[in-house]
């Protein structure tokens, strides 16, 4: 199946004007969510949902909430030296889902890479380092494509927990000079 070109999908939030009878992905759990909680939710500050749209079609979506990761859940490399909390500040992906008839297409990677971007955004203005997510078990090798991590400890959990560094993504975008100062 062709890729869709990423310059004609739109990120718009979920209002209640939108139809979303029609979505279907192959998870009932995700569709039932969208249909009957996101908004709600979303009303009531718990989470944020993102429609993807292709000209009139809902793609996907993606639902984002706050999260915390334990500092012990992460490789020695992906952590912070001497960091004096037992938790790391985190965006953790509550649902993602892209619907059936637009699987492999490159939603999901452009759903990922909408979240990183907004999880970017908030670590300029309030703490976060990590992105996290309970991943499907069938989903672990999507999230391991786009470098997340599984969390050992929870590897043989229903939703094993999984993350992403997004240090050196942010250090990648810093201009050269101010690149060097912050290396370490
Ligand atoms: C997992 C899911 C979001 C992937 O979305 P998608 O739009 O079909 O994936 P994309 O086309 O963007 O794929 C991007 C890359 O990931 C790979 N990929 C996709 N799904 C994968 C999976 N389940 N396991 C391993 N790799 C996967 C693709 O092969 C592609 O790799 P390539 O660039 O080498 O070709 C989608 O299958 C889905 O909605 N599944 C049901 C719900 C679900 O499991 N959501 C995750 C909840 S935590």
């Not at 915390?68 to 649902?95: C, F, M, Q, S, W």
């Amino acid at each position: 199946m062709n890729q869709i070109p990423y310059n004609k999908l739109q990120i718009v939030t979920l209002t209640k004007k939108h139809d979303l009878t029609s979505f279907n992905s192959t998870n009932s759990d995700l569709n039932d969510f969208l249909n009957n909680c996101a908004l709600n939710d979303q009303n009531e500050r718990v989470s944020r949902t993102y429609l993807c749209m292709w000209e009139r079609s809902i793609t996907g979506y993606v639902a984002l909430v706050t999260d915390t990761l334990e500092v012990h859940a992460v490789d020695e490399k992906d952590g912070i030296k001497n960091y004096l909390y037992h938790k790391y500040p985190a965006v953790r992906i509550a649902r993602l889902a892209v619907d059936r008839n637009f699987m492999n297409r490159g939603v999901g990677r452009f759903l990922l890479l909408v979240a990183i971007g907004m999880a970017i955004e908030v670590s300029n203005k309030i703490g976060c380092r990590y992105i996290t997510v309970d991943s499907k078990p069938e989903s672990i090798g999507f999230y391991e494509k786009h470098n997340f991590k599984l969390v050992e400890k929870y590897r043989n959990n229903d939703f094993p927990k999984m993350y992403l560094n997004m240090y050196p993504i942010i250090a990648m975008m810093q201009p050269k000079e101010s690149k060097e100062k912050s290396e370490r």
